[in-house]
């Protein structure tokens, strides 16, 4: 199992922490730090976005509820990003 080989070899590091998620294992510092942290919306540095079917509690600018709404996103900000580089042509 993947799982525990991971758990295994991160033994021999203390510093590490292990994270299992849905199909997902994360390997994290244990720092005081998370994706929250990480966006800064200071000077619209970034926005964080959730993706979550079930409506959660969350800092996210914006909640999207699965991966077809994402894409849909995704392409409006390109349709934005082409629109805003049009007006100064």
Same mark, same amino acid.
């Given at each position: 199992?993947? %799982?525990?080989?991971?758990?295994?070899?991160?033994?021999?590091?203390? !510093?590490? #922490?292990? #994270?299992?998620?849905?199909?997902?294992?994360?390997? !994290?510092?244990?720092?005081? @730090?998370?994706?929250? /942290? %990480?966006?800064?919306?200071?000077?619209? !540095?970034?926005?964080?976005?959730?993706?979550?079917?079930?409506?959660?509690?969350? /800092? %996210?600018?914006?909640?999207?509820?699965? #991966?077809?709404?994402?894409?849909?996103?995704?392409?409006?900000?390109?349709? @934005?990003?082409?629109?805003?580089?049009?007006?100064?042509?």
């Amino acid at each position: 199992m993947i %799982a525990q080989r991971v758990h295994d070899v991160l033994k021999d590091y203390p !510093r590490l #922490t292990l #994270t299992h998620g849905r199909k997902v294992l994360e390997v !994290r510092p244990l720092i005081d @730090w998370d994706k929250g /942290k %990480a966006v800064l919306r200071e000077g619209n !540095r970034g926005y964080g976005i959730l993706v979550s079917s079930v409506p959660k509690e969350s /800092k %996210a600018f914006k909640s999207l509820r699965d #991966t077809s709404e994402v894409k849909q996103f995704l392409k409006s900000l390109v349709r @934005w990003k082409e629109q805003m580089s049009n007006v100064g042509s």
